[in-house]
């Protein structure tokens, strides 16, 4: 497996600091008494929640028809309270699995880079390539490089060949934190329309490789936003080149070749601007979700696969603008946010020593203690049962959970590195209802393994 660098951890640390806050230690027992939980609560918890036999993909939907009108969603944005829980992971995969197989969804978002993406679905659609090895080296996350991700591939490859090309399944990368594959996609494909103009975006394209390659280090802002503005009216020239090139490939191929140059826009923007105020990542995340929908969604919905913390829709004053966030203000009840606990149990994550101040890489952690007083996950800790979702948005309000729930909850959200230290990992106060439309549910986490 191939490791990230110290130096891309650290950007997705960063981008997920607001995900840590110090909170207090609790014992081995259940950190709140019965007292501390009125009945009225718990036997409400109990009565809205809905059981889960489990998370394999495999199992029957029929305990997730109180999900059903997540099929006439445009998006559902699927969370994850870490990026390294098996559960959460084939959970997923089942939540997919049942959207394509009941509502007819036919692309998966994912939380990482578009380049990439491009090789994941051409092995996807046509074959092409060894998946083990482009997940390996070609992905650059360490997080989607699981077996659990790898087993929605292989199913989503077997559905692609029992279906004609027009009804496939799509895998689309809608982040933007590197360009490392989008100049020589964008050559291939202009080599096979139109070599005249490969030839004339080289310098474009050889520009930003090279400003690119430094990390921007040595770019003034007049020459930055030259870059850009080329690269912009590139994209626009593309229109009224639609045409000739779509006669050359597809119009699914043009439009897949037209955002890579959107995409190098995008990455240009977040590095050399990174230390603006604007949320660039998750603005231009939700843009591509919903260009993704648009081109690849064939009329249906979309799912999005993410952290919690991007698919929330962060309408209190204490974010800053997450994807879920810029969905909902786009889409309405049209994106619907899916968020994921737990209590205990194993992850894997890249470790981090606080001393030190380094990171000590990927390592599967464990957490045996209760949770946090009066979190979320403490509430859900002494429910009845121990796997299972709930419709936040659907509770009534004035009924005992939909009040404690808005009286400002923490939550335990865990990033790309963990420190060893559970309770440093509870989100500030946050009306839950507000940012998730369901919550899902598992009492203990197990590891998701690396291929």
Not at 245 to 268: C, D, G, H, I, Y
Request: with cysteine.
């Amino acid at each position: 497996m191939r490791c990230l660098a110290k130096s891309r951890i650290l950007i997705l640390a960063l981008v997920l600091l607001f995900a840590v806050w110090a909170c207090e230690r609790a014992s081995e027992e259940s950190p709140d008494p019965p007292e501390k939980f009125p009945p009225a609560l718990i036997s409400h918890l109990n009565s809205s929640t809905q059981p889960l036999s489990g998370a394999d993909p495999n199992l029957p939907d029929g305990e997730l028809a109180p999900l059903a009108d997540l099929g006439q969603a445009r998006i559902v944005g699927l969370g994850e309270a870490t990026h390294g829980t098996h559960e959460f992971f084939a959970m997923k995969h089942r939540l997919f699995r049942w959207l394509v197989e009941r509502f007819d969804f036919r692309t998966f978002a994912f939380e990482c880079d578009y380049g990439e993406s491009i090789y994941l679905d051409r092995w996807l659609n046509h074959g092409e390539g060894d998946l083990d090895d482009l997940m390996r080296n070609t992905m650059h996350f360490w997080t989607w490089r699981t077996v659990e991700v790898k087993a929605l591939f292989e199913w989503m490859r077997r559905v692609n060949l029992e279906r004609p090309e027009t009804e496939r399944l799509h895998f689309v990368g809608v982040d933007c934190q590197y360009a490392t594959y989008q100049p020589a996609l964008l050559r291939e494909y202009l080599e096979r329309v139109s070599p005249q103009r490969r030839a004339g975006i080289e310098p474009l394209l050889a520009r930003e490789e090279s400003f690119r390659d430094s990390r921007f280090s040595n770019l003034s802002w007049e020459e930055y936003q030259s870059l850009q503005q080329d690269l912009e009216a590139e994209w626009r020239a593309w229109q009224d080149l639609k045409e000739e090139f779509t006669r050359q490939s597809s119009p699914r191929e043009f439009e897949t070749a037209r955002q890579l140059l959107r995409s190098l826009s995008q990455v240009n923007q977040f590095v050399f601007e990174r230390n603006a105020t604007v949320n660039y990542r998750d603005l231009f995340m939700a843009d591509n979700a919903l260009w993704a929908q648009e081109h690849f969604g064939a009329g249906r919905g979309i799912a999005f696969w993410a952290h919690n913390l991007h698919v929330a829709n962060d309408s209190s004053d204490n974010w800053v603008g997450a994807t879920g966030y810029h969905l909902r203000q786009q889409l309405g009840r049209q994106y619907v946010a899916v968020g994921f606990s737990f209590c205990r149990g194993t992850f894997s994550a890249w470790g981090y020593d606080p001393v030190s101040q380094t990171y000590t890489g990927l390592q599967v952690h464990t957490i045996d203690v209760p949770p946090l007083a009066y979190s979320v996950n403490d509430l859900f800790f002494v429910a009845d049962k121990k796997a299972f979702f709930v419709r936040l948005d659907r509770l009534v309000p004035g009924e005992p959970l939909h009040v404690w729930f808005n009286q400002g909850r923490k939550m335990l959200n865990i990033g790309a590195a963990y420190d060893g230290d559970p309770h440093g990992h509870y989100l500030f106060p946050f009306s839950v209802p507000l940012h998730y439309d369901v919550l899902v549910h598992f009492d203990r986490s197990t590891f998701a393994a690396q291929i």
